[in-house]
RNA sequence: GUCGCUAUCGUCUAGCCCGGUCUAGGACGCUGCCCUCUCAAGGCGGAAACACGGGUUCAAGUCCCGUUAGCGAUACCA
């Protein structure tokens, strides 16, 4: 059965970057009929904030990234915060000490500092000596009476560590190259990254790792540790990092590319769903528009690509627009009004935009682009170029069309073309002389959608109003 | 600095594992035309890439080495 955990900490707002990560994990989960497990990495207590927490949880049901274990909804291996989980890694810190494979280190941050600042001069690798390990007990003495606290190290006995990884393949790492004897407790007694995630992943019975590239240089750590805790290690898979449309790590804009933002703007969950996916992995034909059922079909991690990628809102938005126009004009109605509630932005009766909606489904890529469209809707109008309604012959013609309109099937979806066929005769105009009066008494724009959609939503009484108003100006 | 990862159009990518079918395919964006009362949407075209240098081979985008560049790690953050 195959298990697998995304594991956010809640220091800050869910990004694209995240989400992709969680996205991966829950279409590998949902492709192979595995668990996907919702985990909060809360050890950082100075940096967690509860509406994080809060946060992710709403931005992840959001996105329809579902969770079977985790907060809120729990399971057999939790709790899933690893604030609650403490008592748990001081258990197998304590089993760790007793066995001799950790050891409590009265070396300070200030020495292990400098040590590295020297080994950087002479480039070498940039280790800490672990001379901490070596103490003598009046040494020790002599540090504590000094008020030193110590750390908690894992030794490293076995730097050597080769990892297959599912994404990368085979990697090789010596860990003298890299770090040494490294933290597993802090001064404090609270458990670092490292010994939570491992006893997590352990006792969860996490099957498959998969996050960002940034963890890769961990794992070597992990599989050390998990090992000497006497589990089996599960398997890795580092997804590549994305990166801002300048190149920029992701981080950096967190704001721009939070998945609050995507909300805010009108994206449509599934289709920011279908863009991240295709960031780094692509299902290998020319298939571009996926349904979230399709996606979870096709997906597989064979497919992700190693090299990292651009996150580009043009194409997020093409996507998004894809997936507008797959919608019926019910579905789109609805979840467009909603949209427009939600964010405070209706410009006049949620009945009246609910009529008019439809017409605007080709004409955007996301919900926040309807306000603009949606203006016209507000009475008095303001035209945009009035000079449309104020020739003789554009005079005569809204009079015409004014005096058209009660003798017209409103309930005919082909009004329109009546009104015009009707309206033809009467006037000597036509072609954009003919039309161009008509839209803007109607809209007040020279641009806008189809007047052969947008009239017969409008209603005779709007449109009498309109000319009406148009007439008088 | 050290260790590691990566490298196809501006961007996302197919092709690379299993060299010839690649005068490198698709998509976004850009651009021309068509449709059209307008703006979109849609349709049909166009420009646009194998980072560089060696090697292996009859043959390299595809395999190997190096260089360069980008990124990550180098924390008592995760």
């Known amino acids: 059965m195959i298990r697998v955990r995304f594991a956010p900490s809640p220091t800050g707002r869910l990004h694209l970057g995240n989400i992709r990560t969680a996205l991966f994990n829950y ?56 604030s609650e989980r403490l008592e748990l890694y ?70 050597q560590v080769k990892i297959h990884d599912l994404v ?47 963890h890769l240089s961990n794992t070597p750590k992990h599989i050390l540790l998990i090992k000497a805790m006497g589990f089996e290690p599960p398997q890795y898979g580092h997804l590549s990092l994305i990166h801002g449309p300048g190149g920029e790590p992701l981080s950096k804009r967190l704001s721009t590319v939070s998945v609050g933002e995507f909300r805010r703007q009108g994206y449509l969950p599934e289709a920011l769903v279908n863009y991240i996916a295709f960031l780094g992995w692509s299902p290998g034909d020319n298939r571009e528009i996926f349904s979230w059922e399709e ?22 938005n093409w996507v998004n627009g894809q997936h507008l126009r797959l919608l019926s004009d019910e579905v789109f109605t609805q979840k467009a009004l909603d949209y427009l509630q939600m964010q405070n932005l209706l410009p006049v009766g949620a009945d009246v935009v609910r009529r008019v909606l439809p017409a605007f489904k080709d004409a955007i890529a996301k919900f926040d682009e309807l306000p603009a469209h949606l203006g016209f ?39 329109y073309d009546a009104f015009i066929a009707a309206l ?43 000319f009406k108003s148009a007439l008088g100006n």
Request: hydrophobic content about 35%.
């Open 90 to 159: 001081q258990k197998y810190a304590n089993q760790l000490i007793a066995e001799g494979k950790a050891y409590y280190c009265y070396v300070t941050q200030e020495e292990t500092d400098e040590a590295k600042r020297i080994a950087r001069l002479n480039r070498m690798p940039p280790r800490f000596d672990n001379r901490g390990r070596n103490f003598t007990q009046e040494e020790i003495e002599a540090r504590k009476a000094r008020g030193i606290k110590p750390t908690l190290r894992f030794k490293v006995e076995n730097p």
């Open 377 to 415: 809707l507000k009475s008095p109008l303001t035209y945009e170029n009035a000079a449309w309604l104020q020739t003789p012959a554009a005079k005569t013609l809204l009079t015409e069309a004014l005096a058209l309109l009660p003798s017209l099937n409103w309930n005919d979806p082909l009004v």
């Open 295 to 316: 996606l979870q079909k096709v997906f597989s991690l064979e497919r992700v690509n190693k090299s990292s990628s651009i996150y580009d809102p043009d194409k997020l």
């Open 424 to 466: 033809k005769p009467k006037v000597t105009v036509k072609g954009k002389e003919l039309f161009m009066p008509v839209r803007v008494a109607l809209t007040g724009k020279e641009h806008g959608p189809e007047l052969k959609k947008l009239f017969p939503l409008l209603g005779q009484q709007f449109a009498a109003e309109r």
């Open 27 to 82: 279409l590998f989960a949902r492709a192979q009929g595995g668990t996907f497990i919702l985990r909060l990495e809360d050890t950082d207590r100075e940096r967690f904030l509860p509406e994080y927490r809060e946060g992710i949880i709403q931005d992840m049901r959001w996105m329809g990234l579902n969770w079977d274990e985790g907060p809120e909804n729990n399971g057999p291996y939790g709790p899933y915060e690893q």
């Open 168 to 214: 990368r393949g085979d990697v090789e790492f010596n860990l003298d190259d890299m770090s040494g004897d490294f933290v597993i407790l802090r001064a404090d007694g609270t458990p670092t990254f490292h010994l939570a995630v491992c006893v997590d992943d352990a006792l969860m019975k996490v099957t498959h790792v998969i996050r960002g590239e940034d």
